[in-house]
């Protein structure tokens, strides 16, 4: 009993030094850290922005008002609409966060299903799925995501499911190379003497221990996610017009580059900011998780 106290004690001991130890490889990154502000500057803004800001901000017109500079009472200046363009930057984080996490949570969510299914199951559903994967694969992404997004139509609802259908086939290909590393390995094959199902030997012994890359993986395409909506919005692609979106805001500011350019920049400056953000916070993580990167 005695030694199997002290067995575990060590054990927790190692795990707290090696949580420890992450801790200092992510916040030992400058640059990681600047990251990691940045999301939880934007990720409080989309959570408070409303209670800052009125919500029905981009109905209240005023022409009175129109493309007028930045100042002391319109910090980033107002649109062609006369609407305070500070306001509609802080209503867009929590459209542009929602739609980001979600798409990527969902895609990755499909993409490990399959992928994992695929992998293990191997034979025609293998075959299938990845038949599937291929021809979604043969186009270009964006331009996927933007013939999806014609059809459909313009809506929030329509921008985040033509993300979905185009996003889910690099999860799926992942995780299924992953799945497959893991099948050939002895703790796979002593759950088959074992006599477990193949469907509890999948999702509770293999899923867990290819997980952890797809949590790279995921963290670092939400910037993807969140520059390619942004270049749907901007081409027409996106929710309404009226909508307080980051890139429906340099799509009404394009027209207007030499007049009023703060309608572009702003907006523009705010999606890479926060894309940068995310893409630094995954390279931190990135670091942490891999084991070649540890050492």
């Known amino acids: ?65 129109d493309l007028l500079p930045p100042s002391w009472e319109h910090p980033f200046g107002t649109d062609d609409l006369g609407r305070d363009v500070f306001k509609l930057v802080i209503l867009g984080a929590r459209y542009d966060l929602s739609i980001s996490l979600l798409v990527v949570a969902i895609a990755a969510i499909v993409g490990i299903f399959v992928g994992a299914v695929s992998g ?28 999806i997004s014609m059809v459909l139509g313009r809506s929030f609802l329509n921008l985040f499911l033509s993300l979905v259908l185009v996003w889910w086939t690099s999860y799926a290909r992942f995780m299924r190379g992953q799945v497959l590393a893991e099948r050939e390995k002895l703790y796979v094959k002593a759950s088959k003497s074992l006599g477990l199902s193949n469907f509890r030997t999948l999702f509770r012994h293999v899923l867990p221990n290819a997980v952890f890359p797809m949590i790279i993986l995921a963290t670092m395409d939400i910037g993807s996610v969140m520059l390619s909506a942004a270049g ?57 998780l891999d084991p070649r990167l540890r050492r």
């Not at 025609?124 to 270009?140: C, G, H, N, Y």
């Not at 081409?235 to 307080?244: D, H």
């Open 232 to 288: 749907l919005s901007f081409i027409g692609l996106g929710p309404s017009p009226f909508e307080p979106e980051w890139g429906t805001l340099v799509n009404r500011g394009a027209p207007y580059l030499f007049m009023a350019p703060w309608l572009i920049s702003i907006p523009g400056v705010t999606i890479l900011l926060a894309s940068l953000g995310f893409n630094l916070m995954g390279d931190g993580i990135r670091d942490v």
């Open 120 to 147: 293990y199951v191997g034979g025609k559903v293998d075959e299938l799925f990845m038949r599937i994967v291929d021809i979604l694969f043969a186009f270009p992404g964006l331009i996927l995501a933007m013939a």
């Open 1 to 65: 009993m005695t030694s199997t106290n002290r067995n575990s004690s060590r054990t927790g001991s190692l795990k707290y030094k090696e949580f420890r130890y992450s801790l200092h490889l992510l916040f030992s990154n400058k640059l990681v850290v600047f990251g990691m502000c940045i999301v939880l500057f934007f990720s409080t803004l989309a959570i408070i922005g409303p209670l800052l800001v009125d919500p029905n901000e981009p109905m209240n017109v005023n022409f009175k008002n």
